[in-house]
């Protein structure tokens, strides 16, 4: 299991929330999808198989044009 962070600045609410929950989680071996308001950070659990960049397609997908992970 794989944990990645991703900064969107964009979210902002809670159907900013369900959209990228929604996106996010339809990827094949995404295991859990958190996105926090506050720091406008979304946390992503995910098998090896799941490539970063498959994740910030669907987060842009849900209408987040500006996406950049977070080091850890």
Known sequence: ?????????GVSCQ???NAVNKEVSAISGVQKVDV???TKVVTVEHGD???PAAII???QEAGYEEVSPVAA
């Open 49 to 51: 198989a799941v490539a």
């Open 1 to 9: 299991m794989t944990t990645e962070k991703f900064l969107v600045p």
């Open 57 to 59: 397609a669907a987060i």
């Open 15 to 17: 159907h900013c929330v």
């Open 36 to 38: 926090n308001l506050d």
